[in-house]
């Protein structure tokens, strides 16, 4: 897309990696969200892009996580300009890292 999200936070929950990015939209794609229209072209081709990605981000996330990635649920907000990514899990990560 040409640039990065302003903040990104990940979380791991059990079996679920959760990504929550902050400032994704691009300014054009702020300008499109102005409308209705607008705010749907910008969430299908988000999501278009997604769905081609998806062999990626398993691959990344699964080589990061040491665990097959047996789903991606996603959506992104037009109105915050926020995104959340849910990767379901094969096996419950949590337990095994160590808190300090």
């Keep these: ?8 936070r990940t979380h791991i929950i059990e079996d679920l990696v959760v990504v929550r990015l ?3 939209l691009t300014p054009a794609e702020e300008q499109l969200t102005k409308s209705v229209d607008g705010k749907e072209l910008v969430k299908k081709m988000r999501s ?4 081609k990605a998806r062999p990626l981000l398993y691959q990344v996330i699964g080589d990061i996580t040491g665990t097959k990635i047996l789903d991606l649920h996603t959506d ?12 379901a899990l094969k096996n419950i990560l949590e337990k095994n890292l160590i808190r300090k």
């Design 1 to 8: 897309m040409g640039r990065g999200p302003k903040e990104t």
């Design 22 to 24: 902050k400032g994704v």
């Design 48 to 51: 278009t892009l997604i769905d």
């Design 76 to 87: 992104i907000s037009t109105e915050s300009g926020e995104r959340v990514f849910v990767f």
